[in-house]
């Protein structure tokens, strides 16, 4: 019986195991690819997997240890007693100083992305803002300058407006202003790993980029009310002169009087991007 | 305490154990087993059932309190008319007076019925379809069959079994059964369908019949019936927590609309609506829904309103046997009966209500036999053809002129007119825009002819207090672009006092004007110089003069800049 619960105990840690090893499969993972599309968000995976091995081997090492223990514990004698030890000195200090180590590497090693991410790269409002976007009950509000002209702090005249729909040109850092209008929220974008909140009262600079073009998730990640879930958006990200092209468009449907036919349907600037993207 | 319901409570078992004499020892096993895992069970009964907040809402469709006030047989009739012909929220009843709605489901008609491969459970035959709708392509095993013409019309409950698009072959499982089992036709109808022989080619029968509808009730009741609610009337549970509550679509009325100030809404703006949002408000962009469920969703949300305001019509029409009157007279005699017997002074109970309901009833019998079907024939009609006007070119607004190009002189003269007598926006949106015109601060009447309202403000026809757009905020509730301001100043905005302005008060350019300056408000109250205000409130006198002079001389769309400008 005793057998039955070392090896009891120990089935769990290797389903664990085992079921870590087989989430990427079973798509229990990083959505999409599982890979990052912005190049900060490739460092952070970095540091991600790097934890994640240190923190493998360490349960997976405890766990051989803790089944070998009860094995044998298991295995003995019933009338041989436990042998009752206070204390080894050199045993100690080995397990408090190798984890300490381990954890002021991972604390030094990290910084150099941190710095890169809020520092050296890009200070925050380094980068002029593409957009505004305002996150409010339940939906993303987004405010574009004119083209060829910056974000204002106000809302200016020839702004072009979108809700829910963040185009951003690919492969180059930008950066939005990100506000709430009423509650905190949090701009989320798994694919690219950029998570900020948004806070009432505040403008937050938020830098990121998108490493290949496409449409990825936007959601909101601070429980904010009863419509939490409803804060679904997208970022598409298109090239450069897509994204400028787009911004045209934009302005003349917005310029939309009635007469001069701005033709194409309010969303088809959009598809058309989004097909020659996939 | 009875046995049965001890048993019932929870940690009922510990007192039967405590009580019970030791002895019989398989019964007192049990007790124990139960003791301990009844409370067990119970608990978390107990969490599942009380975690979240209230319970759901049930899915159905309620009358309005207009409805349940007609006298009981009328109430009964109106319901019966709206079931037979809208169904329930489960049991959709696609009615084909409504040619207004879209459905879905495939039209298709029989070309040759493969003989060999059918029997009497199921026929196989070869079908063309009347167009290539996207539901041809992929018609789902187990869609309905509604049969047009033919032998088995009117038979409810066949349904497909197998599809192959490539071929047009379809098989249909006959499990229908006739709707209406007439006495004489007994022993055809007990056998359950009649025998497959009889489908010929050249019938007529539509697969998936309100496909369209169900989906849209699907989507429907997942994202907008907590807000708008199962019938529409903008009581789901979470509206209570919403400023402005959410709309209540079922007098047909929707606010944001590119049409003529008497039409109904069009599905273009509908679709707009989902995709934008409405800023200012709880109704959110559903920008990335898919496009087939936002399509579904509109057309349920259209046919929504068409049953509620098919139900406001036929219960206004029957008016006459409302026991609303008689109820509230009724309600003040027994408050004045309950005073009186407090104050210890002699009262006799107000009479009974009842004779009069009974006379309303035998008025109503007659009325049923003679006229009522012809209510519900005209107000359908009505309906229909309501609904198809809003779809036709002519009821889009469309500007006759181009805008005017937006400078400041087109500006200066949209402020005149909207400080002016002819369009008096400054009653309601005050001086600056900031939406504080007196008129928010007055008393005002109800339609219903029942006094004034108890709060002070402009109301909207739903009874909520609605204050006058701040224009200085930059919020466009019904969109930003020019055409859209252009259409609320043309039309006004349904079911509010925002009045419609187009073709009788204002000219386009000077509609234009006006949304010129509507635009710019925003900026000039914002980036504000307060010279700019002052200036603007020194020449408020100069404008009312501007203004009686330019009608004198019947010369309005132009106004001299230099009188009051720079």
């Known amino acids: 019986m005793a057998r039955f619960w070392s090896i009891y105990f120990m ?84 397990w408090t100083v190798i984890p300490g180590i381990v954890l002021l590497f991972i604390a030094i090693y990290q910084m150099d992305v941190w710095a890169a991410f809020r520092m050296r790269n890009y200070a925050p409002g380094e980068i002029e803002a593409i957009a505004e976007v305002t996150a409010r009950q339940f939906e993303w509000r987004i405010r574009y300058p004119a083209p060829g002209k910056p974000l204002m702090p106000m809302p200016q005249p020839d702004d072009v407006y979108t809700v829910n729909d963040l ?10 202003s990100l506000r709430s209008g009423d509650v905190q929220h949090s701009f989320f974008v798994p694919v690219l790993r950029i998570k900020q909140d948004a806070l009432p009262g505040t403008v937050i600079p938020v830098w990121f980029d998108a490493l290949q073009p496409g449409s990825y998730d ?50 088809s600037a959009g598809d058309q991007a989004q097909t020659s993207n996939p | 305490m009875p046995d049965s319901l001890l048993k019932s409570m929870p940690f009922a078992s510990f007192a039967k154990t405590a009580d019970q004499p030791v002895g019989c020892g398989q019964l007192q096993d049990s007790w124990h087993l139960a003791g301990l895992l009844r409370p067990l069970v119970w608990g978390v009964m107990l969490l599942l059932g009380t975690a979240g907040c209230t319970p759901n809402p049930a899915v159905e469709f309620t009358p309005r309190t207009s409805t349940t006030l007609l006298a009981p047989n009328a109430r009964q009739a109106v319901e019966h008319t709206l079931l037979t012909h809208f169904g329930t929220p489960d049991n959709l009843v696609v009615w084909d007076r409504l040619s207004v709605i879209d459905f879905g489901g495939a039209k298709a008609t029989v070309e040759s019925l493969d003989a060999k491969a059918s029997s009497s459970a199921k026929a196989v035959m ?35 079994a197998a599809f192959d698009a490539a071929t047009r072959q379809v098989s249909i499982a ?156 009724y309600a003040q005699g027994e408050a004045a009966f309950q005073a009186a017997l407090k104050k210890g002074e ?6 009974s209500i009842t004779p009069a309901v009974d006379t309303l009833q035998k008025d109503f019998a007659e009325f049923f036999e003679t006229d009522y079907q012809g209510v519900v024939e005209d107000t359908a009609d009505f309906l229909v053809s309501a609904w198809e006007r809003a779809e036709t070119p002519e009821s889009v607004i469309t500007p006759a002129k181009a805008r005017v190009p937006d400078d400041a002189a087109s500006r200066e003269r949209g402020r005149l007119l909207y400080l002016s007598d002819k ?56 969109g930003r672009r020019p055409v859209d301001l252009y259409r609320r100043l043309y039309a006004g905005i349904k079911g509010t006092p925002m009045p419609a302005f187009g073709g009788v008060t204002l000219t386009d350019d000077e509609i234009w004007d006006l949304v010129n300056y509507v635009l710019s408000v ?26 009686v002079q330019e009608t004198k001389a019947e010369k309005i769309t132009e106004v001299e800049p230099a009188g009051s400008a720079s």
């Open chain 1, 11 to 94: 089935s769990w840690a290797a389903l664990a195991v085992a079921l870590c090893l087989a989430a990427p499969s079973l798509g229990w993972w990083f959505p999409d690819t599982g890979e990052a599309m912005s190049s900060i968000g490739r460092r952070i995976d970095g540091l991600f997997y790097i934890i994640l091995w240190i923190t493998s081997i360490v349960f997976v090492g405890t766990q051989i240890a803790l089944g070998y223990v009860l094995w044998k514990g298991a295995v003995k004698p019933a009338h041989e007693k436990a042998t009752y030890s206070h204390g080894n000195h050199t045993l100690e200090v080995i």
């Open chain 1, 167 to 176: 185009r951003i040109p690919v492969g180059r850092p930008v950066s939005i």
């Open chain 1, 218 to 267: 936007l959601v909101c990640a601070e429980l904010c009310g009863w419509g939490h879930y409803k804060m679904k958006a997208r970022v598409l990200a298109t090239s450069e002169e897509l994204f400028q092209k787009w911004k045209q468009e934009a302005v003349l449907l917005q310029a939309d009087d009635g007469i001069v036919s701005t033709n194409p349907q309010e969303n």
């Open chain 2, 126 to 160: 070869l079908v063309t379809f009347d167009n290539q709708s996207h539901l041809a392509k992929n018609l789902r095993v187990g869609a309905p069959v509604r049969w047009v013409s033919g032998a088995r019309e009117g038979i409810q409950g066949d349904r497909v």
């Open chain 2, 174 to 329: 006959l499990e229908g059964k006739t709707s209406a089992p007439a006495e004489e036709s007994q022993e055809e109808t007990s056998s359950s369908s009649k025998p497959v022989g009889e489908i010929a080619a050249g019938d007529a029968l539509v697969i998936d019949d309100g496909g369209l509808l169900a989906q849209g009730r699907v989507v429907y009741q997942r994202n907008c019936m907590h807000c708008h609610g199962s019938t529409g009337d903008g009581k789901g549970p979470t509206a209570k927590y919403m400023q402005p509550p959410p709309r209540d679509y079922r007098d047909g009325i929707f606010k944001f609309t590119s049409t003529q100030a008497a039409e109904r809404i069009t599905r273009d703006d509908l679709m707009r609506i989902l995709d934008d949002g409405i800023p200012g408000t709880y109704m959110p962009s559903f920008l990335l829904m898919d496009p087939t469920e936002k399509k579904a969703v509109i057309e349920y949300v259209r046919w929504l309103s068409i049953r509620g305001e098919m139900e406001k019509r036929i219960t206004d029409d029957l008016g006459d046997f409302s026991t609303k009157d008689l109820k509230a007279e």
């Open chain 2, 346 to 351: 002699k009262a006799e109970p107000p009479a």
């Open chain 2, 423 to 478: 369009t008096k926006c400054y009653t309601c949106h005050g001086a600056q825009g900031r939406g504080d015109g007196p008129a928010n601060f007055e008393y005002w009447k109800m339609p219903s002819g029942d006094g004034n309202y108890p709060r002070p403000g402009l109301h909207d026809l739903w009874g909520n207090l609605l204050p006058a757009r701040d224009l200085t905020r930059g919020i466009y509730r019904g």
């Open chain 2, 522 to 547: 925003e900026f000039t109250a914002n980036g504000t110089s307060l010279s700019d205000v002052e200036s603007s409130i020194k020449k408020l006198p100069a404008t009312d003069k501007v203004q």
